[in-house]
Every structure is written in structure tokens, then in C-alpha cells.
């Protein structure tokens, strides 16, 4: 999967690797959720109401991948402009644990709010 996940994500060209706009832009990744709301919506036969929360998962989890990629150097695309709010590398391995930690946190507090 990760390797699919790269050739859509990521360009190369000699030795530089780029990010592509598909899954670095605002217009890419909204496509994609509607795309892939669409189809678990359809497979799976879901209500309107499911269907819209359905949907506004997936954007949120694409914008918060966007958000994190603007702290990058690379940045992302938002309406064909190239947008880049911070300097952190993206291998930046102390980052990255904070991030993830956060993002299991997030993860957590909706689960208990669901369940309440």
C-alpha cells in the first residue's frame, strides 16, 4: 500500500523526489474524499446523515495531512500556489512522535465522546 501511496503522492525526476498535487493540494485531497466517500458510501449502502459524516472524516484527515505538510520546507499547493509555514523537515523523528501522539489523542477523545 505504501508504495501506491507514493507513486501518487511523489514525483521523481533524476535525483529529486517532489510532492505531486494530487495528494498535496487542497482541490487533490478534497477530490479524493469525495471520490472515496462516494465509493464506501455506495458499497456500503449508508444513509444521508452517515454519508456526510462519512465525508467530513475523510476531508478533515486529508486537511490535517495538508496542515502537517505546510510545516515542511516543501509545503503544499492551495489554488495552484505553493503554501510553506515552517522549516521543520519531514523525517524529523521527534516531531513526528509528537504528532502521532497527538493525533492518538485526538483519536481517543472522539471515541469517548462518541461513547458518552
Same mark, same amino acid.
Given at each position: 500500500? =505504501?508504495?501506491?501511496?507514493?507513486? &501518487? ?12 498535487? $494530487? ?15 462516494? &465509493? ?17 472524516? $475523510?476531508?478533515?484527515?486529508? &486537511? ?20 510553506? $509555514? ?13 504528532? =502521532? ?16
Amino acid at each position: 500500500m =505504501q508504495n501506491i501511496i507514493d507513486a &501518487l503522492s511523489h514525483e521523481h525526476r533524476g535525483k529529486y523526489t517532489r510532492r505531486t498535487r $494530487l495528494l498535496h493540494s487542497l482541490e487533490g485531497v478534497t477530490a479524493l474524499a469525495v471520490v472515496m466517500s462516494a &465509493l464506501v458510501v455506495g458499497a456500503l449502502r449508508f444513509e444521508a446523515r452517515e454519508s456526510l459524516i462519512i465525508l467530513a472524516a $475523510l476531508e478533515l484527515s486529508a &486537511l490535517s495531512h495538508l496542515v502537517l505538510d505546510a510545516l515542511t520546507p516543501d509545503g503544499v499547493y492551495v489554488l495552484g500556489r505553493k503554501v510553506s $509555514l515552517g522549516r521543520i523537515p519531514y523525517d524529523n523523528s521527534e516531531v513526528n512522535i509528537a504528532l =502521532q501522539a497527538l493525533g492518538v489523542l485526538a483519536l481517543s477523545l472522539a471515541i469517548i465522546a462518541h461513547l458518552s
